[in-house]
């Protein structure tokens, strides 16, 4: 089946510096959405990504998706302490099918 | 709008012991997921539901598990019997399905389940 990877597992960067998380699918992808969980809460909706080689950006954080829709990134400019949490990618196979496949995830920590 | 509203938001039960989690989604969604996420295993979709009605339970783990959605404002995931391997978060969502898209999904807080 369908599977998704992210990498780093876990990142603890000082604040003010930047942040990137990849994942990637075994499989094309018609979409990819990233999700933000803070520690104790649940999964909350940041972005969905459709086209071949988009990117879109939220402010200080900036999503692509990969010219063969296989993979994506996420990159933080100049964290805070806002931004910690655990990052989930989220791959669609088929446009229709509402299922989402669920990244490993990457928490990341911040060092004031 | 309230958002996603599950119940309880912790139980601890001993093994053996059935347990049933609730889940009501937003007003207006037409499809309802549940989730479950442990750190070994990360977040598992176990079923989803559009309209009511069941259409992917590939991830449900075994038999000991079930899950109904009799109305568009309701849901449970029941375990029968329950054991201390089942100790996870479960987290319900909802979302609208549109036609030819991939919604966003809306997640209610969890249900933290400890099984002793």
């Known amino acids: 089946g369908q599977q998704v990877m992210q990498i780093p597992q876990y990142q603890h960067v000082q604040e003010g510096e930047d942040f990137t998380t990849y994942c990637n699918s075994s499989?094309?992808?018609?979409?990819i959405q990233w999700y933000k969980q803070r520690p104790g809460g649940h999964p909350v909706f940041l972005i969905q990504?459709?086209?071949?080689?988009e990117v879109k950006k939220q402010k200080r954080l900036t999503f692509q998706f990969g010219e063969a829709k296989k993979n994506s990134s996420l990159h933080i400019t100049a964290t805070q302490t806002t931004d910690v949490g655990t990052y989930f990618c989220?791959?669609?196979?088929?446009?229709?099918?509402?299922?989402?496949?669920f990244g490993t995830g990457t928490r990341l920590t911040i060092i004031p | 709008d309230a958002g996603v509203i599950q119940s309880p938001r912790h139980e601890v039960t001993e093994m053996g012991q059935e347990v049933t989690l609730r889940c009501k989604p937003i007003?207006?969604?037409?499809?309802l997921f549940w989730y479950r996420q442990t750190m070994m295993r990360g977040l598992e979709l176990l079923i989803y539901?559009?309209?009511?009605?069941?259409?992917?339970d590939s991830g449900m783990p075994e038999d000991r598990f079930s899950a109904k959605m009799p109305n568009a404002s309701f849901s449970t995931l029941k375990i029968q019997p329950s054991e201390p391997r089942d100790s996870a978060v479960y987290f319900c969502?909802?979302?609208?399905?549109?036609?030819?898209?991939?919604?966003?999904?809306?997640f209610g807080p969890g249900t933290r389940l400890t099984v002793l």
């Open positions: 969502a909802s979302s609208f399905k549109g036609t030819g898209t991939t919604d966003t999904q809306y």
């Open positions: 499989t094309t992808l018609s979409n």
């Open positions: 990504l459709v086209k071949s080689g």
């Open positions: 989220a791959g669609g196979a088929n446009f229709g099918n509402e299922k989402l496949t």
């Open positions: 007003s207006g969604h037409n499809s």
């Open positions: 539901f559009n309209n009511n009605v069941p259409i992917d």
